[in-house]
């Protein structure tokens, strides 16, 4: 058996995430992905990029310290491969490039800023098989702070993906339009009306902050009567009961109002009556991609 360690960088537009994988490999037998690490930091790109077009030099700063911490992480850990993604905020950063070229020549990690078309792809190449079925049929929906990514499967296929502006951290700051939000609806509604019964697939931190508050068992999914009955339930609280009655983060606290909202709204679309959350996004994209180049290297 041989064992080797991967390691993910997902720069997003709310927090910045490792994942570090143990890929363990026998011959005769089906290739393990264990997840070894995941740390988060809530940097919050968005929040100065989708307001003034710039990284703000304050998370500049915190991006340099965040980067240095990851490459002595995957150091320690015996990292043999990695590779870092940058999505929605640092895309549409003025300073992105600068950014990307300073954090490679004080850390030495290189960073891919992706855009939305290769960020649904690689979101896509999420190992699902123990999940779904291959004669039903799923929209898989990844909420981020810059964007989300909806993917149809049909009979364990991926029949089409598109990735949209409509993002936690944009709409806590007023920043998409009504007709950003028709534009998904009638993309759902298209890529979804031949098929009698669709099922969602739910992944981001804050679906799965909702699925570990509902005390559900792992593979079992949330219907769409608890989640809208705990959407009124975070309306009906202020910011800081929901941090002290839900227990949830500061950082969390705000955007799993949005992000609940897009769910919602992405079942009523689609009429899915149920949710699965099986704890994937695109870090683990990402660690699936770099096994996968290994194969093609062989």
């Known amino acids: 058996m041989t064992i080797e360690k991967y390691g993910a960088i997902d720069i997003g537009s709310n927090a910045v995430r490792l994942l570090i994988s143990s890929i363990h490999e026998e011959e005769g037998q089906t290739t393990r992905f264990k997840k070894t690490s995941l740390v988060r930091v809530p940097i919050r790109l968005g929040a100065d990029v989708f307001k003034t077009k710039r990284v703000s030099e304050e998370n500049i700063t915190r991006m340099i310290d965040t980067m240095q911490a990851y490459h002595l992480l995957m150091k320690t850990h015996k990292v043999v491969k990695y590779k870092a993604c940058a999505t929605s905020a640092m895309r549409e950063a003025e300073n992105g490039k600068e950014l990307v070229d300073f954090i490679k020549e004080k850390t030495g990690i290189q960073i891919d800023i992706i855009d939305g078309k290769d960020e649904a792809a690689i979101i896509a190449m999420t190992d699902l098989h123990d999940l779904i079925n291959t004669d039903a049929t799923y929209l898989y929906v990844d909420v981020g702070g810059g964007s989300t990514e909806f993917t149809i499967y049909h009979n364990g296929s991926v029949i089409t993906s598109r990735s949209f502006k409509l993002g936690t951290v944009r709409l806590l700051?007023?920043?998409?339009?009504?007709?950003i939000w028709n534009e998904v609806e009638q993309w759902i509604k298209k890529n979804t009306q031949d098929y009698p019964r669709v099922s969602l697939i739910g992944s981001g931190g804050n679906i799965n902050n909702i699925f570990k508050n509902s005390g559900k068992s792992p593979g079992k999914p949330l219907s769409f009567l608890y989640l809208s009955s705990y959407y009124?339930?975070?309306?009906?609280?202020?910011?800081?009961?929901?941090i002290w009655q839900l227990n949830l983060n500061q950082d969390r606290a705000d955007v799993i109002i949005p992000a609940a909202r897009i769910y919602l709204?992405?079942?009523?679309?689609?009429r899915?009556?149920?949710?699965?959350?099986?704890?994937?996004?695109?870090s683990d994209g990402i660690i699936k991609s770099l096994y996968n180049e290994k194969l093609k290297d062989r």
């Open 265 to 270: 709204s992405a079942m009523k679309w689609s």
């Open 272 to 282: 899915a009556k149920d949710i699965y959350v099986p704890k994937i996004g695109l």
């Open 173 to 179: 700051n007023k920043l998409v339009s009504e007709d």
């Open 232 to 242: 009124k339930l975070l309306n009906s609280l202020t910011y800081e009961e929901r």
